[in-house]
Every structure is written in C-alpha cells, then in structure tokens.
C-alpha cells in the first residue's frame, strides 16, 4: 500500500487541487492522509474528497509529517504539501523512480514543463542561487534539495530517524540518507503557483528556519571533515 501524506495550514484553496491531481489509478489503492492544524475549511474539504484527516495537536511541518508516518499503513511513504504546488499526476513517475533509489525528491527547477507557469519558474532561478549551494554542499544532484514532494520506502524512513519539528526536516533527511549512504533520484515537476494567492517566501516568513537549516548544513560539514 501507499500511504500519501499531505500536511496542512489553512490550505482550504489548495487541499482540494492537491488531493484531486492524485491519479484515481494511484488513489483506489492509496491512503490519503491529510494532517492538519488548520482553522479554515481544510478538513472539511479534505474528508469530503475521500481523505483521512488526523488532526495534530501542534503546529510544525516536520511534526505532522512524522505523527502522520505513526498513523500510516503504508510500505511506501509520498509526501505533498497541500497549497496545489505539487502535482499529483507525477506519483507515478515517482515511484517508477523509487524502484532504482531509495529516497526520490519530485523537483521543481529551470525545465521548461507543459502546463507550468513562467512567473514561478523565473521565482525558481532566484531561488536556485540558494538551492544550488545547498545540494554541492550535501554532494547531491538534485535542483531543488529542499523539495516537500518525496518518495520513500517505510523501512527507509525508519533509518533515518528524523526528530526535526519543522520545515527543517527536508534538510534533515537529506543529510541522514547521505549519511545511509541513500540512492537519491529525481523526477522534475512544473513550477506551479500555490492555490489561493501570490507565492509567499518562506525565508520572508520564517528567516529562523534558514538558520536551523543552514545550521545543520554547517555541522554536517564539520563533521564531515572531522572538524567537530
């Protein structure tokens, strides 16, 4: 089985896009699982389209990621944000991918993709000046090493044993499956606007969060170099 695991914060505009571009082939046999702090209308859509809601008692990317894993049945884990940015038609091309890795990163970066939007692939190249760094750094070769589309087996993921709270956790999983010595792929997906308005910036909005990362990227390295 393959559990799909969207975490929400007031996502009411996206929730439905997100769960909709699942494929129906992928999703008779899928769990959905939508888990949620919103205070909008989120939940409600989402049981409506057939998803299993869990509500969490606290805020925190990487919290509702790892409470949903503890309530998931699934062997394979795929992780959507739920803003509408992550296509789902593109699981299968993920898993296809995951049959040759261990950990698939779904990518947004500089191709041009049918059915995408110019205006957010042109927010991607300034972002790739932070993005590109970032995988040199981990000695990975993937365009966006910060993506929250990501296939992965159940038994992977136990491995990596993940503590972070937050939107940190991508980075902390990236860095524990370098550190496995992980098989990482990527599959490139268009650059599509989040539903319910204008792209926000996550570093505007929670610049804490590029510390914690740039942080854990900075005592990987030192590590790494037996500097620690």
Known sequence: MISIIIPTLNEEEGVARTINSIPASIKKDAQVLVVDVSTDKTPTIATSLGAQVIRAD???KGYQMRLAVKKSKGDILVFMDGDGTHPGSYIPKMLDALEDADLVLGCHNLLKIEGESEKMRNIFRIYSFI??????VLNLNVSD???????????????????SNDFDIETEMNINAVK???????????NLERSGGAQSSKFLKSPK????????LLDYTLEKNNFK
């Open 145 to 163: 090493p910060l993506a929250g589309f990501r296939a992965i087996r159940r038994r992977d993921w136990d491995r990596l044993q993940l503590k």
């Open 131 to 136: 993005a590109l760094p970032i995988s040199k």
């Open 209 to 216: 969060m590029w510390v914690k990362i740039f942080q854990m």
């Open 58 to 60: 606290r805020k925190g």
């Open 180 to 190: 496995n010595n992980f098989r990482i792929a990527e599959v490139s997906i268009p």
